[in-house]
């Protein structure tokens, strides 16, 4: 066994390195080209996101979404605290203004309980982060939404191949419910391309302008599939296709997604079975509702306290294995508290200080899973 288990490490498949030798033999090695293609077609057979571009980041995406609902001063977005940095920056940079929303106080999504009240005239869209991959309740915010004329936009970076169910029994993948979903393919995410990310694009009227945006503000699109002899400048846009190498890489790793799933999901099961006597000292295990699949994007716990999570994790790291806490709540960071206002938020808080995460990726070992849950065991019986 390794003397040291790393909270995560990319596992590399094999046809990462075919592909990518492929792409620059294929001598084109910007976007847009022959890979990237491949990925996109795989999202729209396997998960019926029928328009949907490749980014170079999910903070990208995020940002394009923030162009494409031509978001800017005077609107209000209305996103979780307990979230990544960019799903706040994307809304930001355009000049909106962010209200942050309570986590559940058992599940570390929004509370769509706690949404209407922050509604204001100038609220124009809300932003459900599906955390560690696990949906937010989207009937009761998509009926907000609709009530109030807003947007929603899905923040599904953490949610590759998970769905949602609502009463009536249909399933949708995450990402395709709101009028626009993200993806990421950062190396922590279940599938990686190092950096990259997903933008789908559910409402039909916004597809044109958003190959527009994609392309710097051109129809170069059209141009390229032969509709006009030169492209023009149409829009506000940038630069958000990922180089085809990178989409070689990615694809090599879609190809895999069974395998990567069956593996995280066995990781993520083994540990909620042998950790369920923790909640007898009052750490807690994570809660999948009845509306949410599960894509073992993350394994966590949630302690009793910071200075237990503090002490559970020096533990396990004086034992070689790592863990991580995860988002600071961004109505507090150095960033945003003097210009915060509103409620406390007090379950975003308790996640910042007493969640932790567990190691889970492709390269950890059955002896080494054993280890880690052996060890939790010993420290914390
Ligand atoms: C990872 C993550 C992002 C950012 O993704 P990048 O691809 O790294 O830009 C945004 N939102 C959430 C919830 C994330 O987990």
Redesign the pocket.
């Known amino acids: 066994m390794s003397l040291k288990i790393d909270f995560n490490r990319t596992y590399i498949h094999g046809n990462e390195y075919d592909y990518i030798q492929e792409a620059l033999k294929n001598g084109n090695i910007s976007g847009n080209g022959f890979f990237t293609k491949k990925c996109q077609d795989f999202f729209s057979n396997r998960y019926d996101f029928k328009n949907n571009f490749l980014t170079t980041?999910?903070?990208?995406a995020?940002e394009m979404s923030s162009l494409l609902l031509d978001i800017g001063k005077g609107d209000e977005i209305i996103i979780p605290s307990f979230?990544?940095v960019?799903?706040a920056n994307a809304f930001l940079i355009s000049g909106a203004s962010i209200v942050f929303c309570d986590s559940k106080a058992n599940h570390p999504n929004i509370d769509e309980k706690k949404i209407s009240n922050l509604i204001t005239k100038k609220t124009k869209a809300i932003v459900a982060?599906h955390?560690a991959g696990i949906a937010c309740h989207m009937e009761e915010i998509q009926a907000i939404a609709r009530k109030h004329k807003l947007y929603v936009i899905e923040?599904a970076?953490?949610s590759i191949n998970n769905f949602h169910i609502s009463k009536n029994g249909d399933i949708r993948f995450l990402g395709s419910i709101g009028q626009i979903g993200v993806l990421?393919?950062?190396e922590?995410?279940n599938i990686t391309s190092g950096?990259?990310?997903l933008i789908i694009i559910n409402d039909n009227g916004l597809t044109k302008k958003a190959e527009i945006i994609w392309e710097k503000g051109t129809n170069r699109i059209d141009f390229l599939k032969g509709k006009v002899d030169t492209y023009e400048w149409f829009n506000k846009g940038s630069s958000y296709p990922p180089s085809d190498i990178i989409a070689a890489l990615l694809y090599a790793q879609l190809e895999n997604i069974d395998i990567i799933q069956e593996k995280r999901s066995y990781i993520w099961q083994k540990y909620y079975e042998e950790l369920k006597f923790v909640e007898k000292n009052g750490f807690s295990l994570p809660v999948v509702p009845e509306y949410s699949g599960n894509n073992a994007h993350t394994f966590y716990m949630v302690c009793p306290s910071k200075e237990e999570r503090t002490k559970l994790m020096h533990n396990l790291r004086t034992k070689h294995i790592h863990t991580a806490f995860h988002f600071q709540s961004l109505h507090k960071s150095p960033y945003f508290c003097n210009k915060y206002s509103g409620d406390e938020l007090s379950n975003s808080v308790k996640f910042s200080d007493c969640l932790i995460r567990l190691p889970i990726h492709l390269n950890i070992k059955d002896e080494e899973l054993s280890y880690i849950i052996k060890s939790i065991k010993k420290i914390l019986k």
Do not use: N, P, R
């Open positions: 980041s999910c903070t990208d995020l979230t990544s960019s799903t982060v955390y923040d970076a953490q990421s393919f950062h922590t995410k950096e990259g990310g």
